[in-house]
């Protein structure tokens, strides 16, 4: 079993960074793929970026080149660099975890491939 628990999010400007937290507990953790999700109002959940055990990492078009993802194993967090935040950027951002072969599947962007969810963190970005 994996729990995951957000933090980090918040309101800011255009072109501002935050940083997102997830914190991880169970030992699968360290054998699954990691991933963060956004889902704005009315849209559908879209993969953002994910993270494999071997610490290769891959990103959604959109965020590419604004956006990192890290994996500090000996404090059980993961972590969401968002630099250069764009109003599109406003969603509901949640942490994932799924088994460790998704990460290196074409359906790692896909929520239906992960089983484990966070509750979510609010980031608001403003023109």
């Known amino acids: 079993q994996v729990r995951l628990v957000e933090s980090g999010g918040g309101s800011l400007q255009a072109g501002g960074s935050l940083r997102l937290s997830c914190a991880a507990s169970g030992d699968s953790y360290r054998r699954a793929c990691m991933a963060w999700f956004r889902q704005a109002p009315g849209k559908s959940r879209e993969g953002v970026a994910r993270i494999a055990s071997d610490g290769s990492a891959a990103f959604a078009d959109s965020v590419k080149g604004r956006f990192t993802i890290s994996q500090d194993n000996a404090k059980n967090t993961l972590h969401l660099q968002m630099n250069n935040l764009k109003p599109d950027d406003t969603a509901t951002y949640y942490c994932?975890?799924?088994?460790?072969?998704?990460?290196?599947?074409?359906?790692?962007?896909?929520?239906?491939?992960?089983?484990?969810w966070g509750q979510g963190t609010q980031v608001t970005v403003s023109s």
């Open positions: 994932s975890a799924a088994y460790g072969y998704v990460c290196y599947s074409v359906s790692w962007s896909s929520a239906t491939s992960y089983q484990h």
